[in-house]
């Protein structure tokens, strides 16, 4: 069907006014700024039918993910005026698809936090409600998506920065096998865990951007050369004998009692469509906060030993270099920032690395064996996305350890490296949005895609 002239242009040049007025939810930082020259262009090949897949789709892209010659700050004063000189992978392929990319989105700073409280730009609210937190790090991501601004966004997820704060705000999230999308051009948190990923109010426009950005990438050594299906053609199958597995750790104390019941009515509805409900064991879950965080620090802890006012970001200029070091460091990172780079110093140090460092990359690994010998007997895991809904704003911040917990269903699938998405099940009895977490096998990505489907056409019409 040809499209209608002008559509593409006027919405993006009304969400771009919107974004200079007001900035609807404080979910930008940035807008690019030839949106609408370039969604002519994207409109002309659409009228002759030659426009790539992602052509129509307005993108909106987490803020350290780098876009040439426009600021990448990563919600942190340090990166304030940091502009890089070349494209993320994942933004060539994108343009390349003829998606319009129209700016640059709010996060926790460094991407360290569950809630986007932690930017130094402001904090982002959550569209349901806004007097609640969008989930984190990729908030301002999630909000754009689930608040109307953009059709796809997207986020990074470390420990749950996209399932978290999808299931927030009632949206679609899916993180990727490890490896599946180039990290080349994404501002490095924790490398063995970062992993670039989608938002979608449906799964059809998620399964679009995935099979664009997935690959291998020469720029990026773990990238994997796994072949990458069209994921939107698994879509529309049923789930007719599929075994659903349903780990017993996700299910106990300190579970939402709403998000408990609204779980066990939708593994009533797999079992329904003709799956197999399969009761497993992930033995090692309750390890995994602790382990994530001795390794995300630590990881953190090297990757941003690169801000020290000398090579690129701030810089505070007025002594010596070791006061250059300490002024840059104090002024351009954030509460949030530092607590984790002092922890994961700690637990790098002499006499601390084999007790913390080593034990939990040995845990890491048993936790990795769980889901592989699960999926021996399951296609997919279905649990939780959240132990609560959103938050209030402000609710947690003083509680480090309470916002930690917010990740306690999303971390593991992250150590392990296995791909997961969020999708929406519903809303609770205040009509904040309840999440639940589709985990699959490495680099089966189709199957969570066309289950996150089949839940969205149909769960709601049982």
Known sequence: MPVKLDSLTKRAESVVERVNQDNPYHAFLSVLPDVGDRALQIESKMQSQTSGSLGGLIVAVKDNISVRGIPTTCGSAILENYIPPYDATVVKKIVSADGLIIGKTNMDEFAMGSSTEHSAFGTVRNPVDETRVPGGSSGGSAAAVAGGLVDVALGSDTGGSIRQPAAFCGIAGIKPTYGRVSRYGLVAFASSLDQIGVFSKNIENAAKLL?????????????????????????????????????????????????????????????????????VSLPHTSYAIATYYIIATAEASSNLARY???????????????????????????????????????????????????????????????????????????????????????????????????????????????????????????????GGQIIGNYFDEETILQVGHYIERNFSLI
Do not use: W
């Open 211 to 279: 099979t664009v950005i997935s690959g291998v990438d020469p720029d990026d050594s773990t990238s994997s050369n796994t072949p990458v299906p069209d994921y939107s053609a698994v879509l529309g199958k049923e789930i007719g004998g599929l075994r659903v597995g349903i780990p017993k750790e996700y299910l106990s104390e300190g579970l939402n009692d709403e998000i408990h019941r609204q779980i066990e009515k939708c593994i009533d509805f797999f079992r329904k469509s003709g799956a197999e409900i399969v009761p």
């Open 308 to 434: 020290d006012g000398i090579r690129y970001g701030l810089s505070k200029r007025g002594g010596d270099l070791e006061s250059v070091y300490r002024e840059t460091r104090a002024e351009g990172f954030g509460d949030e920032v530092t607590r984790r780079i002092v922890l994961g110093t700690y637990v790098l140090s002499a006499g601390y690395y084999d007790a913390y460092y080593d034990k939990a990359q040995r845990v890491r690994r048993l936790i990795k064996e769980d889901f592989v010998k699960v999926f021996q007997q399951v296609d997919i895991l279905f649990t939780p996305t959240t132990p609560t809904t959103a938050f209030p704003i402000g609710g947690k911040i003083e509680d480090p350890l309470a916002m930690y917990l917010s990740d306690v269903y999303t971390v593991p699938a992250s150590l392990a490296g296995v791909p997961a998405i969020s999708v929406p099940l519903g809303n609770a009895s205040d009509n904040l949005p309840i």
